[in-house]
């Protein structure tokens, strides 16, 4: 009796660590129905889409690509996409358009266990927007960090040259926030998103030191280290970081038009 009872406490306890990494997203596409939606890490620089780590489950119209990180979802209005994600990570939600031989992407939005209703809008240019339909702790903390942060951002111009000290400000506010919020993931990626738009500045290294072990130990975490601890090492801060995916421009390699 006491090994039944022991083998049902196990058991238990594995479905409930597997039920905790556990995603959904209900996605509601209307004005899509036909393109094939792509669901991957935001446009970045400096190689830094291979430190995401969250699997998929591919089925009929659904194809996941490991190598990117990217789930297509093909041509319909509605989907369900289900996979494991271990901590809250950002997606962009984007299409290729044929027309301009490039692709059109949302705002991020934060992947994390649970369930998300999301519903993609096509705006008059053709851009993309999404309405995020149920709540999650990772998208009301990025809303409210980004509200916040609104005066640095608005300095600041992707992929482009900016001043150093520009970047450093808005590090230090960073850095006050992640010392009241040391798990922070929120926070933790818009480091990364720094560097990818912004290109290498020390005060990333400053930043990430402050992060709770939970957060340390975690394989996003370790590798973004790496790169900046190399980034540093090298003396390369000054060169702007390769773009791997660009709004309303080229598609991710290895991304075929004739997906859609």
Do not use: C
């Not at 899509?32 to 009929?60: R, V, W």
């Not at 031989?101 to 705006?123: D, M």
């Not at 394989?219 to 900046?228: A, D, L, P, R, V």
């Not at 801060?237 to 660009?246: A, Q």
């Amino acid at each position: 009796m006491k090994n039944t009872a022991l083998f049902l406490i196990i058991m238990l306890s594995h479905g409930i660590f597997a039920q905790n990494s556990q995603f959904k997203i209900e996605l509601y596409a209307p004005g899509y129905e036909k393109d094939s939606l792509f669901i991957s890490p935001p446009m970045s620089g400096g190689n830094t889409q291979k430190i995401y780590g969250f699997t998929a489950d591919s089925g009929p119209s659904i194809t996941v690509m490991k190598d990117f990180n990217t789930i297509i979802v093909k041509k319909n209005r509605n989907f369900t996409i289900s996979g494991e994600i271990p901590y809250p990570q950002p997606i962009a939600i984007s299409y290729y358009d044929a027309k301009i031989n490039g692709g059109y992407s949302t705002q991020p939005l934060f992947l994390e266990k649970g369930t998300i209703n999301v519903e993609v809008k096509r705006a008059a240019d053709n851009n993309m927007d999404y309405i995020l339909h149920s709540g999650s702790p990772a998208n009301t903390e990025y809303k409210a960090m980004k509200a916040q942060l609104k005066t640095y951002d608005d300095k600041l111009k992707p992929f482009q040259d900016n001043d150093p000290k520009d970047i450093e400000v808005k590090q230090a506010f960073l850095q006050k926030y992640i010392s009241k919020n040391p798990g922070s993931y929120v926070a933790f990626w818009e480091i990364v998103s720094d560097f990818s738009q912004y290109s290498f500045n020390t005060s990333y290294l400053k930043s990430l030191a402050l992060f709770s072990p939970e957060v340390q130990k975690t394989f996003s975490y370790k590798e973004f280290k790496k790169m900046m601890n190399t980034e540093n090492s090298t003396n390369v801060g000054g060169k702007f970081p390769e773009i791997i995916l660009m709004r309303k421009k080229n598609f991710p390699p290895g991304i075929s038009p004739d997906l859609h």
